[in-house]
């Protein structure tokens, strides 16, 4: 029988793998039980590829010099007359959420993804920590890592009452191969990261890898993102309506904004929220990820985040292999203190892009 200390991680996204990985990494025995019944699928496009995610990858073996990203060098800014306003160089690289999940997902034996496990409660004695399901199965280990997302049920526990709440705008979502788009507009925003400012209205859109990973041009996938805010005697489920979309796109999208969205057969709304937590450990059970910390989105930072999350703990939790307890106090503090901040610098640059004055 292994003599290896055990994690039970809730969540198989992208936060629950990078911590499943990370712990894996430095000896830890690593179960992921993720509620849906199969394999997730894409839902956040891509994803800008940043230092703390490529430090996660690299601690835990995985090939991060090989992962497929689209190279952005400069920064354009459009008016609503699609007229170029300013250029900045700044390069940066996306890569694609599905292309992550799959490397993380690779990093792990198969028999240690449990697909199909709704997480109900946990409980803990002498050290241990046990994880119920509603299929009656239940799970010990020495550790349970919540990273369940912003609707965390480990944090419906821990911290009852916590809940995201509405910072008063939306995102509308989509992604566009990049083969659909007229020759003009490809020639005009690529090599570029995109952005249209306008009152109380944000839209940008980049490159990212497209189906399998391609990075090819003519074969990547062209990902935007149009923040709204929400007026006070308007309601949220009127943003949310695909014919507001396209309505709106007409009235306020430059015409390169526009063919993107326009292009766009299922564009997807969210509406943007805040959360922070108090605290991000009870025992043996802590919180990692966006179930602890919901950054706006402007700071591009999430995934960042949650890999920072991971990375830190499996490297105190590895000098503190006889009690673990010492490493996991000094990690809560330092990620309490990360978290905030973030969560801080996203509000205030998320409002003063959206013309708002709440914080």
């Not at 019944?37 to 601690?59: K, N, Y």
């Not at 007026?231 to 015409?255: I, M, N, S, W, Y």
């Not at 937590?277 to 960042?304: E, I, N, Q, W, Y």
Request: hydrophobic share 45%.
């Amino acid at each position: 029988m292994s003599t290896a200390p055990r994690a039970l991680v809730i969540g198989g996204s992208l936060g629950g793998l990078l911590a499943a990985n990370a712990l894996r990494a430095v000896g830890w025995e690593v179960e992921v039980f993720e509620r849906s019944a199969s394999e997730l699928t894409s839902h956040g496009g891509g994803i800008v590829l940043q230092p703390d995610v490529l430090t996660a990858l690299r601690f835990a073996q995985l090939d991060a010099e090989h992962l497929p990203g689209v190279q952005s060098d400069e920064r354009l800014y459009l008016d609503r007359g699609d007229r170029i306003l300013q250029r900045a160089h700044q390069p940066q690289t996306q890569t694609s959420w599905t292309v992550l999940y799959r490397t993380l997902r690779a990093g792990l034996p198969p028999q240690h993804l449990h697909a199909d496990r709704n997480f109900l409660r946990y409980e803990q004695a002498e050290q241990r920590v046990t994880a119920h399901f509603s299929d009656g199965a239940s799970e010990s280990g020495d550790l349970l890592v919540g990273a369940d997302g912003a609707r965390s049920a480990v944090r419906a526990q821990m911290l009852p009452g916590l809940a995201p709440r509405a910072a008063g705008y939306v995102a509308w979502q989509g992604m566009v191969p990049e083969a659909m788009l007229p020759p003009a507009t490809r020639d005009k925003l690529d090599g570029a990261s995109v952005f249209q400012q306008g009152d109380g209205h944000l839209l940008m859109a980049y490159l990212a890898p497209g189906e399998h990973g391609a990075v090819e041009p003519g074969k990547r996938c062209w990902n935007w993102t149009w923040y709204r805010r929400v007026g006070q005697d308007q309601t949220l489920d009127a943003f949310l309506v695909p014919k507001t979309l396209f309505e709106d796109a007409r009235q306020l999208a430059a015409p390169s904004f526009r063919v993107l969205i326009d292009t766009t057969e299922s564009p997807a709304a969210q509406a943007v929220v805040d959360l922070e937590v108090p605290k991000m450990l009870d025992g043996r059970v802590l919180l990692c990820g966006d179930a602890a910390f919901v950054p706006r989105p402007h700071t591009a930072g999430s995934t960042a985040k949650a890999a920072a999350d991971a990375l830190t703990l499996a490297m105190l939790l590895n000098q503190r292999q006889a009690s673990p307890d010492i490493g996991l106090a000094q990690w809560e503090q330092l990620r309490l203190t990360a978290g905030q901040g973030m969560v801080m610098a996203g509000a205030a640059i998320g409002d003063r892009i959206m013309g708002m004055s709440r914080y």
